[in-house]
């Protein structure tokens, strides 16, 4: 990856990984955990492809499986979240941009329940049966609900900051001023006054060349 993307992956993974383990963790909701690490992984890999959504997801997984309190297996998270950002970069949106809001959405509600699914079945594979106790289907439903209320107000900021930093011009033309004059021409007011605009600069150019005219036919009297 290039240096920029990996100063700027490294430090979102590791915002997002202390917010979860010392915010999100102890607000003790019922079922699962809020997984800001997956939603940072998901909007990295929106932008940066499946290469390097799996590099990013394999990273932030290990960091999470030796961050304290971890008590499962180190590398069983790495799994799941490289697995999650190759597929999140196969299906990312064109040129990295959000045409709608559903689209998202839908892959955040299949990555929670992916990454939950997966997460239990590689610990069913090492012996580890702290799913059933808890209860899968809870797991699942709290899971999606809160990784869904979480998403818009974070995967978009992540989407922009990974394209700011990319250098594109889309990311530029989107967090500038020309979202403000695409909306005006979208609903007609910015070209109602553009036209106005040009037509008062016309019209002073005719003025202007009508007097000239006049001045030199007195002259030419």
């Known amino acids: 990856m290039r240096i920029n993307r990996t100063l700027l992956s490294t ?15 102890r ?26 959504g799996s590099l990013i997801g394999f990273g932030a ?25 190759y597929l999140a970069g196969m299906i990312r949106p ?14 955040v509600v299949a990555a929670a329940i992916g990454s939950t699914l997966l997460y239990a079945g590689v ?15 809870s797991l699942l439903f709290t899971a999606a609900v809160y990784d869904l209320l979480l998403a ?9 900051l990974a394209r700011r930093t990319e250098n594109d011009p889309l990311a530029e033309a989107s967090s500038g001023g020309n979202d403000v004059a695409a909306g005006w021409l979208a609903s007609g007011t910015g070209l109602r006054i553009g036209n106005q605009r040009g037509g008062l600069r016309a019209k002073a150019a005719r003025n202007r060349a009508a007097r000239a005219g006049r001045i030199k036919g007195v002259k030419r009297l």
């Open 152 to 160: 818009p107000f974070t995967v978009p900021l992540i989407m922009a």
């Open 94 to 107: 064109e040129n990295g941009q959000l045409k709608s809001a559903f689209a998202p959405m839908a892959v």
């Open 11 to 25: 430090a979102l993974v590791v915002v997002a990984l202390v917010i979860q383990v010392s915010v999100l963790a």
């Open 61 to 85: 997984g290990l960091l999470a499986d030796l961050a304290p309190p971890a008590d499962h297996a180190a590398g069983r998270y790495a799994l799941v979240l490289c697995v999650i950002g």
């Open 27 to 52: 607000l003790q909701l019922p079922g699962a955990v809020p997984d800001l690490l997956l939603l940072t992984v998901l909007g990295l890999a929106f932008v940066y492809g499946p290469v390097s």
């Open 123 to 137: 610990g069913a594979l090492v012996g580890d049966t702290a799913a059933r106790h808890v209860g899968l289907g």
